[in-house]
């Protein structure tokens, strides 16, 4: 008799919306999708126009968005006749990270309080919220005068995208929020507990994933940073540290079941397993099929650049990398992460904001410019630029620096710029892959994943020529939902590993970007040009360049009265 089909489903929390879907553990096909656009802001973000470096997210659209994408992709489901709401084995759950919310003593958020609902700083604090660029600074240097070698898991650099940062920024601009919240817990590790009724700050599973990139949390040390480190920046930021639980799990465990509540506004039956939580890129690396030599590059907004190392393997710390843990990717090997601050945001931003003909950007606007780009040979436009547009997270971990674009003149196009801005993300792949091999981590494959690898074959044809490497995309259009389910899945039982999960599940597509020779020759000369630019504006060492962006900067605050 025929084994009766088994189900899983990934949640997938993006930058603007989140989405679910229900995939065949036979194959890891979807069957059925749904998206929910947080309503809150302006595309899911709280923005103010006083600061550029703020984004928060309202953690209302966290609990809608679980009910509304979950519950839409189970209703579509029913479509397939042999699925079956009691055949779900699991559900996994990824996010944005670093993703704090303040939260009370029973894990709410404070955003939920009448007293706080339109206070910012008691919203989430979206991973690309860059307003305590000054406390991670103060963190670096704080953590390189004691003994503990604190940083030396995450780059030797600690970034203003990350907890600590966020939450001591918090404890010195927004002091009321800071002393009403019991206790800081990343989206990652919200939403799993809130859907199994898990919510004590004390007691909840904390995934390792992003205790050990984003919380310095690592077991050398016995976990978080000492409460006297911590005492060192702040007197109050111990408070943090004493509701946080002393052990951090892999995703592959179990966050606790599915309670009824949540179960009966989603279609699902209560008790299904729930697995601990993780970040996207890092969930997305599994549903891309990540093994040792292959580089996963979760390309949207930003950019994530995903390795596993064998966990016996004796890895040097690696300057400027977002972390080296162990079973943040795999249990049981490594999760090395790297990436870049801004790439779709870039062009975005570009053909929203910059590109003729088309004032509300969009599709039409990307089209026409990648039109016009296609017919540009490398090095035609006399243009290079720096991909710093939303700052630099590997491998300078800088977050004030900032985009530039040289070579430019009155006879420049539209197409012309959108492609050197392409290229610069290309060197800014490239320079992540350099400093992986530079300290014995060999890149034997690339894997594309997210929307760009899967819509814009250009985009992907310039990284194959300025990388000069073959660039694959993984078979999945969905991949860091796919690598939740998968995780649901194995914490459900379904499989005994991620590993035998990932051998059904996962795959690329047959098309291939492959490097073209004359291609690859100009982009090596270019990279040579990149690197220069690179060094020069983003090393202190290098000399005064490095502070004109810098300067800029506080000239713009001031003027904005943001200083």
């Not at 939450?167 to 002091?175: A, D, V």
């Not at 892999?250 to 279609?267: F, H, N, Q, W």
């Not at 597509?509 to 020759?521: C, F, G, H, L, N």
């Not at 020069?536 to 360049?545: E, K, N």
Request: proline share 5%; glycine share 10%; aromatic share 8%.
């Amino acid at each position: 008799m025929q084994s009766k089909k088994q189900f899983a489903i990934g949640v997938d929390y993006g930058t603007n919306s989140v989405r679910a879907v229900v995939v065949d553990l036979a194959d890891g096909c979807e069957i059925a999708t749904h998206v929910y656009p947080y309503p809150s802001g302006e595309a899911g973000v709280l923005l103010d126009a006083r600061d550029p470096n703020l984004a928060r997210q309202n953690p209302a659209d966290y609990v809608e968005g679980f009910y509304r994408s979950v519950g839409g992709a189970v209703k579509a489901a029913a479509a397939d006749k042999e699925f079956r709401p009691e055949r779900v084995a699991g559900i996994g759950v990824d996010t944005t990270g670093s993703t704090p919310l303040p939260v009370d003593r029973d894990g709410m958020p404070l955003a939920f309080s009448a007293e706080f609902k339109n206070d910012l700083a008691a919203q989430a604090w979206l991973w690309k919220d860059h307003t305590s660029h000054a406390e991670a600074a103060e963190i670096t240097q704080a953590a390189k005068k004691v003994r503990q070698r604190y940083l030396s898991k995450c780059g030797g650099t600690y970034s203003s995208e990350w907890y600590w940062s966020k939450i001591l920024h918090c404890r010195r601009t927004s002091p009321k929020v800071f002393a009403a919240a019991y206790s800081w817990v990343e989206l990652a590790d919200f939403v799993p507990g809130f859907i199994t009724g898990n919510l004590n700050p004390d007691t909840m599973p904390r995934g390792i994933c992003a205790a050990g990139h984003k919380a310095m949390f690592h077991e050398d040390w016995g976990g978080l940073p000492s409460a006297k480190f911590l005492a060192g920046l702040d007197a109050d930021l111990p408070k943090v540290r004493e509701h946080y639980a002393n052990h951090a799990m892999t995703s592959d465990k179990k966050a606790g079941t599915l309670t009824a509540e949540v179960a009966a506004k989603i279609g699902l039956p209560a008790g299904i397993a729930v697995a601990v939580g993780a970040f996207d890129a890092h969930m997305g690396a599994v549903g891309a099929g990540i093994k040792p030599g292959t580089l996963v590059k979760i390309i949207g907004t930003s950019t994530c650049d995903m390795m596993v190392a064998p966990g016996d393997a004796d890895l040097p710390d690696i300057p400027g990398l977002c972390g080296i843990v162990p079973g943040s990717v795999l249990p049981g090997a490594y999760g090395l992460e790297a990436g870049q601050s801004a790439v779709g945001d870039i062009f975005n931003w570009f053909a929203r904001s910059l590109a003729p003909g088309q004032p509300e950007g969009g599709d039409d606007s990307h089209a026409a410019l990648t039109r016009g780009a296609e017919q540009l040979r490398p090095g035609s436009s006399g243009l290079l630029a720096l991909d710093w547009n939303n700052g630099n997270r590997t491998i300078l971990v800088d977050p004030l620096l900032s985009g530039l674009l040289i070579g430019q003149t009155l006879h420049t196009t539209a197409a012309e710029v959108y492609r050197a801005l392409i290229e610069a993300t290309a060197f800014g792949a490239l320079t992540i892959i350099n400093r992986f091999e530079e300290y014995g981590v060999k890149v034997k494959e690339v894997v594309n994943c997210g929307g760009i690898a899967e819509k814009n074959p250009l985009v992907m044809q310039i990284y194959a020529d300025a990388c000069n490497r073959p660039m694959k995309v993984s078979r999945s259009a969905q991949t860091c939902a796919l690598g939740a389910a998968i995780f649901g899945a194995v914490a459900g039982g379904a499989f005994r590993s991620v590993e035998s999960a990932q051998k059904k599940m996962t795959g690329t597509k047959e098309v291939v970007y492959r490097p073209t020779k004359q291609a690859a020759a100009v982009y090596a000369e270019l990279y040579k040009l990149y690197r220069t630019l690179h060094d020069a504006f983003g090393t202190p060492a290098r000399g005064p360049l490095n502070h004109v962006m810098k300067d800029l900067i506080a000239i713009r605050n001031r003027a904005r009265g943001t200083a």
